[in-house]
């Protein structure tokens, strides 16, 4: 069997600030091409191992490689090779949006089209406004493009879409899922599980600083994770039973209660229960005001 290229290398990696263990040694691996999301509630310890791959921030130990490299050690031609969107660039642009990415462009070896850029991230009406008149979302889109205008082996979106409206964020998975046809590897933060589903190919699920599952998404929290559970109320009372055959576990109470058992549902567990079980329900709601939000 041929081994995958790993892009990124990650063992037993720790971050503490003081007496906060941010990251509290969590290992990974990352392929060339696939794109990971990395999953967890707020001060999981996301940002702080993104930034660390990145070389922004330096760890307290443990072993990282990105492309080959020490990333705190790392060249300014290793920075070149990598994209980043940050979850938030504090841009306010005196400047236009194409002058903004013709000013990366020279940064890079071997740029993308700046129109073709500009096109991609759907701002081709924009292209000659002062990025401080465009509305927070198509900010969001600015930083997108700076992000993929040097060509990068390895792309960066941390919480990309946030503040996005729904058409901007389907064109926005539209361009990542262009980017992953290119064979661009991603690593991906997002409290929307529905952008991890529609994106991810694996995903990380950290809590606590520790890595609490890995695995494609759709296998998240093992075979029985999703196996469906059939709810009912008996005598006043709530009840539960997790079954691969809820049809005749429906009949049997049928026979039981009668044809109409109080409250009856059968469902499959989403990949929303599936993440709240894996962080545990004291992170419920984080989930619920990023997504109300
Ligand atoms: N510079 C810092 N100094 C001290 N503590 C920090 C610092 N940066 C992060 N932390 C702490 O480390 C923990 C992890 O933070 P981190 O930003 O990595 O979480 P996150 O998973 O990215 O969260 P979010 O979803 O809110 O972005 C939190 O408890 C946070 O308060």
């Known amino acids: 069997m041929s081994a995958h290229e790993n892009v990124v290398e990650v063992r037993d990696l720790r971050k503490t600030y003081g007496d906060v263990a ?11 091409g696939e794109t990971f999301a990395l999953l967890g509630p707020n001060g999981a310890g996301k940002s702080t191992t993104i930034e660390i791959l990145e070389g922004y921030r330096e760890r307290t ?21 990598l994209g980043i969107v940050l979850q938030s660039s504090g841009e306010t642009g005196a400047v236009t949006v194409r002058e903004q990415l013709s000013h990366f462009a020279a940064l890079y070896p071997n740029p993308r089209d700046v129109d073709e850029v500009i096109a991609a991230v759907g701002l081709e009406h924009k292209a000659n406004s002062l990025i401080r008149k465009l509305s927070g979302g ?47 590897t991603i690593v991906l933060t997002t409290h929307y599980l529905d952008e991890a589903a529609q994106l991810g190919d694996r995903a990380g ?5 520790r890595m609490v599952d890995i695995a494609p998404i759709d296998s998240l929290g ?17 009840r539960e039973e997790r079954t691969a055959t809820p049809g005749a576990f429906v009949a049997s109470l049928i026979a039981r209660l009668g044809p109409e058992p109080e409250n009856l549902e059968v469902f499959r567990p989403s990949l929303e229960d599936v993440y709240l079980d894996l962080v545990g329900h004291e992170h419920a709601a984080d989930l619920g005001q990023e997504v109300a939000s």
């Open 222 to 238: 093992g075979a029985d994770a999703r196996i469906p559970i059939v709810r009912w109320v008996e005598g006043g009372e709530a």
């Open 138 to 184: 198509q900010r969001r889109r600015v930083d997108v493009a700076v992000g993929i205008i040097g060509r990068p082996e390895l792309l960066f979106l941390d919480e990309p879409t946030t503040g996005f409206d729904p058409e901007a964020r389907r064109s926005f998975w539209q361009l990542v899922r262009t980017l992953q046809s290119e064979g661009t």
């Open 61 to 81: 130990s443990g072993e990282v490689r990105v492309l080959g490299t020490d990333p705190w050690r790392a060249s300014l031609d290793w920075k070149a090779r």
């Open 22 to 32: 941010a990251v509290d040694g969590i290992s990974f691996e990352i392929h060339r």
């Open 205 to 209: 699920v950290i809590a606590g600083g």
